[in-house]
């Protein structure tokens, strides 16, 4: 049964709203059937509008999960940005809050990050997108780090970022799957980040 009344959704709605609520109804379909489930005319019987609606916004169905992607690392994304800017400048407090963001977003989205990632496993379109998310990741981070990294050479800190967000998806998979809670996954990441990017002496200190 579709998430909106029958009346809530064929009612006319700006674009960017109907936009929103085609992507919605996206969402929710993977989460409840998976990737296979997905086309554009059920998008559209669910969220109660024609088919030529639904095309008319995304195109192809590969262009409505590459959206959907987008959508759901940019909301994450957010998050993530507004919680560093209250968080204190330790590099302790700086990992938790990356390894915390990270595993919450496993635990809410995870299932349907996860599941249009592998579906679009050779897409050229989602291959751009994530090259591109990844250097926001990374750039983000390096930011946060910058004023405990200034022994590592850019490069450097780059590479370790990098090595970071692979570690941060390897953890939250053992989360999706139930082999640990979230508590200690993100325990785990922050402990990571905490060792890569510590200068030499202040790990050792720790």
Same mark, same amino acid.
């Given at each position: 049964?579709?998430?909106?009344? $029958?009346?809530?959704?064929?009612?006319?709605?700006?674009?960017?709203?109907?936009?929103?609520?085609?992507?919605?109804?996206?969402?929710?379909?993977?989460?409840?059937?998976?990737?296979?489930?997905?086309?554009?005319?059920?998008? $559209?019987?669910?969220?109660?509008?024609?088919?030529?609606?639904?095309?008319?916004?995304?195109?192809?169905?590969?262009?409505?999960?590459?959206?959907?992607?987008?959508?759901?690392?940019?909301?994450?994304?957010?998050?993530?940005?507004?919680?560093?800017?209250?968080?204190?400048?330790?590099?302790?407090?700086?990992?938790?809050?990356?390894?915390?963001?990270?595993?919450?977003?496993?635990?809410?989205?995870?299932?349907?990050?996860?599941?249009?990632?592998?579906?679009?496993?050779?897409?050229?379109?989602?291959?751009?997108?994530?090259?591109?998310?990844?250097?926001?990741?990374?750039?983000?981070?390096?930011?946060?780090?910058?004023?405990?990294?200034?022994?590592?050479?850019?490069?450097?800190?780059?590479?370790?970022?990098?090595?970071?967000?692979?570690?941060?998806?390897?953890?939250?998979?053992?989360?999706?799957?139930?082999?640990?809670?979230?508590?200690?996954?993100?325990?785990?990441?922050?402990?990571?980040?905490?060792?890569?990017?510590?200068?030499?002496?202040?790990?050792?200190?720790?």
């Amino acid at each position: 049964m579709p998430p909106t009344s $029958a009346i809530a959704s064929a009612r006319k709605l700006p674009k960017q709203e109907r936009r929103e609520q085609l992507l919605d109804c996206a969402q929710a379909m993977v989460r409840e059937e998976g990737t296979e489930a997905l086309t554009l005319a059920r998008v $559209a019987e669910r969220a109660g509008v024609t088919k030529p609606v639904a095309y008319d916004h995304f195109g192809t169905r590969e262009a409505l999960m590459v959206e959907l992607f987008r959508r759901i690392d940019d909301r994450q994304t957010a998050v993530l940005v507004d919680t560093l800017k209250t968080t204190a400048g330790r590099l302790d407090a700086i990992a938790a809050t990356i390894a915390a963001a990270y595993m919450s977003c496993a635990r809410e989205v995870g299932t349907e990050w996860y599941a249009l990632s592998a579906a679009l496993k050779g897409s050229e379109a989602m291959e751009a997108v994530q090259r591109e998310l990844v250097t926001r990741y990374v750039g983000i981070w390096q930011g946060a780090f910058a004023t405990h990294a200034a022994h590592l050479p850019p490069d450097e800190l780059n590479l370790r970022c990098i090595g970071i967000l692979g570690a941060g998806e390897a953890i939250s998979l053992e989360l999706l799957r139930g082999h640990i809670d979230e508590a200690r996954a993100a325990a785990s990441l922050a402990a990571l980040i905490t060792a890569a990017i510590a200068a030499p002496a202040a790990a050792a200190a720790s």
